[in-house]
C-alpha cells in the first residue's frame, strides 16, 4: 500500500475504511449495546484486588516495553541506518506480527505440557519477564559491542517476539485466574486499558527517544519498563 499510494494515500485508505465501519455500526447495532445498567466512577473501575492491580500495571510496562523500541526507533533504524526499503521493513515487521501470533497461540499448551496441566502462576509470569528482560539486555549490550547489526536485529527481535509472546500469554491466563466471575468483564477491562496505555506510552516514548539517543536509547528505556514488570510480577501469587 505505502509503495503504491504513498503514506499520505495509505492514511487516507485506512481512515476511510475506518470510516465505513463506524457508519455501519451506527446503522446497524442496536443503540443499548455495551451500556452497563450501574454507571461506575472512574476510581471504580480500579480493581478491589491487588493481584489484578499489579497484573495490569505489569502488563502496561511489558507492553511499553515492546513498543518503546519496535514501534518508532526500530523502523527508522532499519531504513536510515540498514538502508532497509519500506517493502523489505514492512514484510518483515508482518512476518514478526505473524510468528508473534503462532507462538502467543501455542504458549498456554506448551505451558500447561511443562506445568503437568496446570496454569501458570506469579512464579511463571516472574520467570517468563525475567527472561525477556535478558533477551532485551543481551540485544543492548550486543548493539553497545557494534555486533553486526542486521543480523543481530533480525534475530534478536525473533527472539524477543517469541519470549514476549509467552509473557503476554502468561498474562493473559493470570487475569482471568484472579478475577471472580462476577467481575470479570470489569477486571478484562481494566487489564486491556493498562495494555493501550503502555502501548501509548511506548510509542510516544520510541520516537521520542530515538531522536536523541538513537535505538540504543531506545532499548535502554525498553529495559527500564521491562525492570518495572519484572519487579511488580513478584508480588503475584504463586497458585495463580
Known sequence: MLAGVGFRGALLILAGGLLILLLASLALL??????SAAKRKFSQLFSKSA????????????????????????????????????AAIGGYLALWVIGYGVVQAA?????RH????????????????????LVTGGIYFALALRVD???LLVGGLALFGAVFAVNSAVHS???LAYSAHEEVAVNVGFYYMANAGGRLAGTLLSGAIYQVWGLEGCLLGSLLFLFCAYLLSFRLPADG
Do not use: C
Open 30 to 35: 442496536p443503540g443499548d449495546i455495551g451500556k
Open 51 to 86: 493481584d489484578i492491580n499489579r497484573l495490569s500495571a505489569a502488563r502496561l510496562f511489558l507492553f511499553g516495553a515492546r513498543d518503546i523500541w519496535f514501534v518508532v526507533g526500530l523502523p527508522v533504524f532499519f531504513s536510515d541506518q540498514l538502508g532497509w526499503s519500506h
Open 107 to 111: 504458549a498456554p499448551r506448551l505451558l
Open 114 to 133: 511443562l506445568r503437568h496441566e496446570q496454569g501458570p502462576d506469579g512464579v511463571v509470569a516472574r520467570r517468563a519477564a525475567g527472561l525477556l528482560l
Open 149 to 151: 547489526a542486521q543480523v
Open 173 to 175: 491466563y493470570l487475569i
